[in-house]
């Protein structure tokens, strides 16, 4: 099991890892958004579109994995 995979699977606070990752992907989506706003309002603001899509992109990469089979009676 690779790392990635236990962080998924692992309960993190409240939350296992691949909940907090979706919160990681929400906040990302958010920043390249807000860098798209600010590059239709005043032409700049490539920077924000790029870091949020690159930590979307990870974000989906790392969530796509499947969750780990827990058995039938589970």
Do not use: K, Q, Y
């Not at 958004?33 to 920077?47: A, D, E, I, K």
């Not at 870091?51 to 780990?68: E, K, N, Q, Y």
Request: proline content about 3%; some cysteine; glycine content about 12%.
């Amino acid at each position: 099991m690779s790392m990635v995979d236990r962080f998924l699977e692992r309960r993190v606070g409240p939350w296992s890892g691949r909940v907090w990752g979706l919160v990681l992907n929400l906040a990302a989506n958010a920043v390249a958004l807000w860098g798209v706003s600010s590059v239709m309002r005043t032409g700049s603001g490539w920077t924000w579109v790029v870091v949020g899509s690159a930590a979307t992109a990870a974000c989906i990469s790392a969530l796509a994995r499947p969750a780990r089979s827990r058995g039938s009676g589970e």
